[in-house]
């Protein structure tokens, strides 16, 4: 099927590595299949979302959905469809009313547990818990803001799931639950693929008794993969009796190891076999169907993966493989939410990273764009991936800061963390082989200015929270493209090196080596606050700029219209939000108005849906600022406000009067920034592992007015 779009550009179509915006006056064809392959551009990669968005004069826009499971390809000048047509058009008539429809149609996103917004640092090959508490404690010392530190697959033994290797990582679970008693967390791997290995390994024992493995076509064997661990059997997690099998192979690891969340890896499925151990035999039409789509491997289906024509309880995996992730998110996610009760809090939200995607997974995962390369090219289009999965509704996701495959350099791991710090999710990984790339690897320098942007993100993260919270409640982007904030301003469809966090905080990130400026596009309909300038500093002129940006600092601007909710930065989510008060950012616009929102909980597993949770709203107008408790915690939070900056305040004030206090006038008028050397060199600051926000002793969230 092939359409005609009144449209100039669209976006979608992933997952893909590459621009943004996909112009629709050139011929190149997308295909999705999901597919364990490094993102290179014009490869069908880890996940199929066969999603657009169209936008056309005035930023009128319309989406396309089409839900079919098979390879696919789409085909521009004109889409092109091929196989099952199941379609859903969303009407728009701006982008964000698409992306609401389309994201209703999907369900929420799930609501990210806060300590998840923290910092995340892992890397393949640590080898030995040793080196992995050494990697920790040395990033602890040198106060890095963290909040969860990983394993990746050496954890293991033999690399079977749900085992600990006795050696080389005893005295894990004690490890697990000191991190725990910091009130940080430890998330590691697991992969879908079970060693057949007879001798007494109950993932493998109890997956025959269950008999839930994927078989082959003619039903009388299983299919066998091979993966880290060598050969292979798959769960079929579409078995009914999957989810079970899934609990019940990992109860006692969970009960011994009370990790905070699951990473799901190599779940294209990713095999180190074509199709099987005995390749696809039998000339089976599934597995050489008359037309392939044009994916990456000799055109083969199998490459890397499973054969099509393997049976699975719902059907074959010709119709599944792209869903392969989907139900595997959907058992590990209740795994998490029904682990056994070990030392662990199991009402908390649950955590699952998952590699692979499909629509509607963000029910029960969060994304990472998979095994990136460690260079610029790599850095500068992690923000098309991070955009275009926002749009798909896996709004939590983030890509390996500093890159994984490849050494890294420390000005691209300098520039990768300033972005990373304002990525959904923040984690630092690399693989096996490589140097070091976590903070404390790198000069006191890089150190300094990774640790000022790392704690520049926890700043933000009331702000990022309640961000999470409106994607969860009401459907919408958390990192998002100006042009879903600017539609009718042609300019912005194309612009994706730089992008908004919510609608308030523009991002615009250094991504060529050795550059210390660079343009920045200021869309000329708002302000801009120069959140690097003393005092915040507004942009003139606007329109397309080249702003400073040497080494220690990220460009980064607040819009005019909003009020955003901050914290004195913490070494971990746990202690920032139990110390800390809040301050509010207000920027006006250029009528003087501004408005913004604070979403805050405990993490309760269904605190959103019982109602355990504080949302305030603030306005600001004509000299004075309020606040209004639109949903108020059941139990009583006690929430405190230490600081109120006003920017763009011509002169200074003649009174000020915070509730009916008018004895708070004298520190309001202290002008309040994120403290800086004079020059901007924010890095300095951060010597002490801090940013510091001036105390003025407000209190209490109710009104604030100066004249
Ligand atoms: C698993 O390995 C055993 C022993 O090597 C072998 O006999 C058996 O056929 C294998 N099972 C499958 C399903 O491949
Ligand atoms: C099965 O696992 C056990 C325990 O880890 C190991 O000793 C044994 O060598 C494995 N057997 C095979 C055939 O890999
Ligand atoms: C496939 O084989 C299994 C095990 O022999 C059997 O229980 C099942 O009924 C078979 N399925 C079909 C559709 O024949
Ligand atoms: C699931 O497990 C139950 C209990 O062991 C069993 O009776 C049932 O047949 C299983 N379902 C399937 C589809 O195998
Ligand atoms: C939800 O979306 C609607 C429509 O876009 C918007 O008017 C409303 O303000 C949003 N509510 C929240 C809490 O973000
Ligand atoms: C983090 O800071 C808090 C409060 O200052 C402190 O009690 C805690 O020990 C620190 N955590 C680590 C791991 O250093």
Partial sequence: LSIGLSAQVIYGLGEHLGPFAKPLNQWKRFVLWNRDAEPNPDRNLYGSHNFLLAVGGGGRAFGIFLLNSNAQESHRDLPNYRGILDFFVFVGPTPKDVIQQYHELLGPP???????????????????????????????????????????????????????????????????????????????????????????????????????????????????????????????????????????????????????????????????????????????????????????????????????????????????????????????????????????????????????????????????????????????????????????????????????????????????????AFYPFMRNHNSLGLPDQDPAAFSPIAQQIMRYHISLRYAFLPYMYTEFYRATANGSTVARSLMEEFPNDEETWLIDNQFMFGPALMICPVTVEGAVDRQVYFPPSARWFDVHAQYFAEVTPKGLQTVPAPLENIPLYIRGGHVIPMQDPGNDTYHQKLLQPFLLIVAPDADGLASGSLFWDRNGVDDLSLGNYQLMEFSASKGSLSSRLVHQFPIGVQMQLFGLQVLGVATKPANVIVNEWQEEAVYVQQRLALRQQPGGGGPQESAKGQLELTDISARVFKSASWQ
């Fill in 110 to 420: 799930m609501m990210p547990p806060l300590w998840s917004l923290g910092y995340h640092l892992c890397r393949f090959g640590f080898g030995t818990l040793d080196r992995l508490k050494f990697i920790y404690e040395r990033n602890v010392k040198i106060n890095i803001p963290i909040d969860v530190m990983w394993s990746d697959a050496d954890y293991m033994d033999g690399f079977k799931d749900w085992t600990v290797g006795a050696e080389k990582y005893s005295g894990f679970d004690t490890f697990i639950k000191q991190v725990y008693s910091q009130h940080r967390s430890v998330v590691v791997i697991v992969d879908p693929g079970i060693k057949n290995n007879s001798t007494g390994y109950l993932a493998y024992d109890l997956g025959l008794k269950m008999d839930i493995w994927m078989r082959t076509a003619d039903n009388k064997s299983y299919i066998v993969g091979a993966v880290w661990p060598g050969d292979v059997l798959w769960p079929d997690f579409t078995h009914p009796n999957a989810t079970l099998y899934w609990q019940r192979s990992s109860n006692e690891f969970l009960l011994k190891y009370p990790v905070d969340g699951l990473w799901i890896d190599m779940n294209e499925p990713s095999s180190f076999y074509q199709g099987s151990d005995t390749g696809c035999p039998n000339g089976n039409p599934l597995d050489f169907p008359p037309y392939v789509p044009h994916i990456i491997g000799y055109n083969i289906l199998y490459q890397g993966t499973v054969c099509p024509s393997a049976r699975q309880y719902l059907g074959s995996h010709y119709d599944l493989h792209n869903l392969y992730s989907y139900f595997e998110a959907k058992a590990t996610w209740q795994v998490l939410r029904t682990r056994p009760d070990g030392q662990k809090d199991n009402r908390q939200r649950q955590f699952v990273l998952s590699r692979s995607t499909f629509p509607g997974i963000q029910r029960f995962a969060f994304h990472w764009t998979g095994d990136n390369n460690a260079d610029w090219y790599n850095l500068r289009y992690s923000l098309s991936t991070i955009l275009s999965f926002n749009l798909y509704g896996i709004v939590n996701t983030g890509t390996d800061v500093c890159g994984f495959n490849s050494a890294t350099t420390e000005e691209l791991c300098i520039r990768w963390t300033q972005l990373g």
